[in-house]
């Protein structure tokens, strides 16, 4: 079966080909560093890395770009309300640019724990303000912009296309909005270039033709997606908030200054929920990777729950749900590692089976019940082994690397275990006996062998 991807444009399931044989552009938008990415944020890279590694696994070069969101991203989605990036520096008594290197390295370190492929490319919106410049003077040339007290905006109501991949109910939003637009011409309209305001010193701000200030978040993934990308590329992702404001908005500036709809397919992973609720960065328990590991989760449990349902489908996130996933994944683990080594070649019948489950929209939930198959099979060890092993490639979940944890047999255990070897060699059955019991009571169990014993931990 040929790779079907779901696309939000069409709202269809669509063969994938890529503009350019044997190629794949792929653009993601990227965290917001004011703070440290939560787990439902990371359920979206997880989703992507899906994504990456089924299109490597059906042949195709993956040129990757994710952005760094280090200016620009308001409180409130509206182009309202303080930069976040401003807002993080007050939090934390840091400066805007420290915070942003703080929480992209951390975000790095997420990535590497829940073992997501980096990007082929990374860049940062402050990296490329006169790209942005650039990119908006397209725009002001083609006719879309006009200018208020606080900034350059774009109007939507030149666009008949506008908000074609959310499915706005534009006129529905215009009539609600009535009241509140301020200087904006429509509810739609949103800000390409803000003005920094007359008595506030930003820590973050450039001069512009239009004045001195910073870009509105969209600009900069239109502006890097073309870029390093082009006018046109195969697929852009993002989670499912994305798809009626910031997604809508990307797709017009580029369609306003290049004529295209920026990508070919777009795809939406959905949210992580906690509590039938969003998972937010400000609301509750703020539930980040490292916590999982502070409270003993091996972060590859996280990944493997989200394995557990599709992309397109929310997930409610319980600490049950997290311990059942490391149980099955540590049993997973052992049966892999009890087949020995990879003596043999993946079973190509199972391979093919498990691609045409990443390929019908890449459902992981159902590869893994295959992984299930293959190790109940009466395939030889060697061949579930390699197989396994192949199927890794897409769940990420290291298990050729795995190996059971050296524990270390303490001191006073091992001298009981002595003792009870020598008194069972003695014939002294009562002595062994009392002793076995000795090493129960300590949480320990001890197998004797031919030449020697092993224990173990109860
Ligand atoms: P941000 O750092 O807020 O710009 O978000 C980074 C990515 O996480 C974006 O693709 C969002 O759509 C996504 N995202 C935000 N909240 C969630 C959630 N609860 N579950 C899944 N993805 C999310
Ligand atoms: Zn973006």
Not at 172 to 185: I, S, T, Y
Request: hydrophobic fraction near 35%; aromatic fraction near 12%; glycine fraction near 8%.
């Amino acid at each position: 079966m040929s790779l079907h991807l779901y696309d939000t444009w069409t709202r269809s399931l669509r063969e994938f080909t890529p503009l350019k044989a044997g190629e794949v552009g792929l653009y993601t938008c990227g965290p917001t560093v004011y703070n440290y990415a939560h787990i439902g944020n990371l359920r979206t890279y997880l989703f992507e890395d899906g994504l990456t590694r089924t299109l490597r696994l059906n042949g195709y070069h993956v040129n990757h770009v994710m952005n760094i969101t280090d200016v620009g991203h308001l409180v409130s989605d509206a182009d309202e309300g303080e930069d976040k990036m401003e807002a993080g520096s007050r939090r934390t008594g840091q400066t805007a640019w420290t915070i942003a290197a703080l929480y992209t390295e951390a975000f790095r370190a997420d990535l590497k724990a829940l073992n997501i492929v980096e990007p082929t490319t990374w860049c940062k919106a402050t990296d490329h303000i006169a790209e942005q410049i650039s990119f908006i003077e397209e725009i002001e040339k083609k006719g879309y912009t006009y200018k208020t007290s606080d900034g350059v905006y774009f109007d939507t109501s030149k666009q008949s296309s506008y908000g074609y991949l959310g499915r706005l109910d534009i006129e529905g939003l215009q009539g609600g909005a009535r009241v509140d637009l301020g200087e904006k011409r429509n509810a739609t309209d949103y800000a390409l270039w803000k003005f920094s305001a007359p008595e506030e010193k930003r820590q973050m701000e450039w001069d512009s033709p239009w004045g001195r200030g910073f870009p509105g978040w969209h600009i900069e993934c239109s502006a890097m997606a073309h870029k390093y990308l082009g006018e046109y590329f195969d697929i852009h992702c993002g989670g499912e908030d994305h798809i009626t404001v910031h997604h809508t908005n990307e797709i017009s500036q580029t369609e306003a200054a290049y004529g295209t709809r920026l990508s070919n397919y777009w795809m939406h992973g959905y949210f992580l929920l906690t509590n039938d609720a969003k998972m937010s960065k400000s609301a509750g328990e703020f539930l980040r990777v490292q916590l999982l590991i502070d409270k003993g989760y091996d972060p590859i449990s996280y990944r493997y729950l989200c394995l557990t349902a599709h992309y397109r489908s929310q997930l409610n996130f319980s600490w049950d749900a997290l311990d059942a996933a490391q149980t099955a994944l540590g049993r997973l683990r052992q049966n892999v590692f009890s087949l020995g080594d990879v003596a043999a070649k993946p079973n190509a019948e199972y391979v093919a089976k498990f691609m045409e489950k990443l390929n019908d929209d890449l459902n992981f939930p159902q590869a893994l019940a295959l992984a299930y198959e293959v190790l109940k099979s009466n395939l030889s060890a060697a061949e579930k082994k390699a197989t396994l092993i192949k199927f890794d490639d897409g769940f990420g979940l290291g298990l050729a690397q795995w190996v059971p944890k050296e524990i270390e047999v303490p001191a006073n255990v091992r001298a009981v275990a002595d003792a009870r070897w020598a008194a069972r060699n003695a014939k002294d059955w009562a002595e062994a006996d009392r002793l076995r019991s000795e090493l129960t009571a300590l949480g320990w169990t001890m197998k004797d062998g031919k030449d020697g014993y092993t224990v173990a931990q109860l």
